[in-house]
């Protein structure tokens, strides 16, 4: 299989507050029309309103899923991410929606949709490529612990958008050649049907977007060289400013981990880094995020790292995670998770055994 392009260089820790949160915005005028309001949810974990307003605003991949379970729960819509994908407009994705109305043709406009996917705000890993005879788009998730119910959200918008985006890009009559997706089966297959208009294949080995030759080079309505070459320098301009704010929070993440049980204080990691500490609260302001937010990040991944090990008890997962006893700990895993620890144990063994805990239609295969 060769490979037509790749995402960019991006961090490797799930906690950095990297994402623009273009999909909980959507995510939020959608369970409007349920009469479900998610501004406590967002607010839990520390988005207000006001900077959900911001342009400015990024969200880690841990925020953004917290918020997506529980718009799932208190929805009941299994199909919700088809609605949040469905909703979207090109400028939902800002720069790279117009470099992508601006490309010469389709495999172009996917190759720069790809290519600059940390600007989108995209929550699942995009490639492209050829695989065969096929030009195939494929959409995989960062987060192999993610709740399978969110993993079914973000591929369901995830493929939902990016076909909404190109007919309104392309062609009204753009539909994919198929689809496969690494979950089962709906109860209700229509809503798929509707939306993609083409052969769907559930409970695959990854989620794959078959792109119909016809389509693949045909010419975009809007093809123009010069604004396309124009937009793409102003992308790589916000891409080195994402760079240097992921190495930022990528070196508070690695100093945090490296330290625990022991949480260095906020004064402490200013001066290690020849920094004030306004000048190091702006910088992670800056991120949209906070010290508090990486300290619980990597504190959470050190959590679903011990409990994979079942011969620690949680009074020593508690504290080699720096928590002050068993009780800190459960009140952390249950806002985390919405379970207990020792649930969350038991669906890490299932996991690792090969099978998935009981989760209805949330049951996902394992990706390579």
């Known amino acids: 299989m060769t490979e037509a392009t790749r995402p960019e260089d991006g961090t490797t820790r799930s906690t950095s507050a990297t994402i623009s949160p273009n999909i909980l915005r959507y995510l939020d ?40 379970r529980r718009a799932v729960e208190l929805t009941g819509d299994e199909n919700l991410g088809l609605r949040v994908g469905a909703a979207q407009h090109l400028t939902a994705w800002g720069l790279v929606g117009f470099a992508m109305l601006a490309s010469d043709t389709l495999q172009v406009a996917i190759e720069a949709g790809v290519r600059f996917q940390n ?3 995209a929550m699942t890993v995009w490639s492209a490529g050829r695989e065969g005879s096929d030009y195939v788009v494929r959409a995989d998730l960062p987060d192999p612990m993610v709740d399978p119910n969110v993993a079914v959200f973000l591929v369901e918008e995830a493929f939902s958008s990016v076909v909404t985006l190109g007919r309104l890009a392309a062609d009204v009559g753009l539909a994919p050649q198929e689809v496969h997706f690494a979950f089962a089966a709906p109860r209700d297959v229509q809503p798929f049907r ?46 080195a400013s994402r760079r240097r704010q992921q190495d930022l929070l990528e070196i508070l993440e690695i100093s945090v981990a490296q330290s625990l049980p022991v949480v260095p204080s906020f004064s402490e990691q200013a001066r290690r880094h020849a920094s ?12 949209g995020t906070s010290y508090e937010a990486i300290v619980e990040g990597v504190r959470r991944e050190r959590v679903e790292l011990l409990l994979h090990r079942p011969h620690l008890t949680l009074r020593e997962v508690a504290r ?8 800190a700990l459960r009140r952390a895993v249950r806002r985390w998770h919405g379970m207990a620890p020792l649930q969350l144990r038991e669906g890490f063994s299932s996991q690792t055994a090969g099978t998935t805990p009981s989760q209805g239609r949330g049951q996902l295969r394992d990706q390579p």
């Not at 080079?217 to 891409?239: C, F, H, I, K």
């Not at 080699?320 to 009780?327: I, L, P, T």
């Open 29 to 68: 005028q959608i369970t409007e029309e349920y009469g479900v309001d998610l501004q406590p949810e967002l607010a839990q974990v520390g988005l207000t309103e006001t900077l959900m307003r911001s342009a400015a605003l990024r969200v880690s991949y841990r925020q953004g899923s917290a918020v997506i």
């Open 119 to 121: 600007v989108s705000g």
């Open 194 to 239: 509707d939306i993609f208009r083409c052969p769907l294949h559930f409970g695959a080995s990854r989620n794959r977007l078959v792109v119909p030759q016809a389509w693949i080079n045909r010419p975009m309505p809007g093809r123009d060289p010069v604004t396309y070459a124009s937009t793409l320098e102003l992308l790589e301009g916000q891409m």
């Open 276 to 287: 004030s500490e306004r000048t190091l609260r702006r910088r992670l302001a800056d991120c």
């Open 320 to 327: 080699q995670a720096g928590f002050s006893d068993e009780r």
